[in-house]
């Protein structure tokens, strides 16, 4: 079963959703993680360290490039 890896963090969930987005338009799978628990109690996005952004570990490497890359 692979792995899913943590590739960004962020503080709220709309940011994290752009960014699952841009990697599912790089056919990249990606999964948001902890939005439920920021959206329900903003206090706790620190504690519960942010809304995640994860993928699958043999999709790393392609989703950092896609993360690193600049905006066009």
Do not use: C
């Not at 960014?19 to 439920?36: N, P, T, W």
């Amino acid at each position: 079963m692979a792995e899913w890896l943590t590739i960004a963090t962020f503080e709220t969930g709309f940011e994290a959703r752009l960014l699952q987005g841009l990697l599912i338009a790089h056919d990249i799978e990606a999964i948001v993680a902890d939005e439920e628990i920021v959206n329900m109690l903003p206090g706790s996005v620190y504690s519960v360290g942010g809304v995640k952004v994860r993928v699958r570990e043999q999709d790393l490497e392609r989703a950092l490039t896609v993360l690193n890359a600049p905006l066009e």
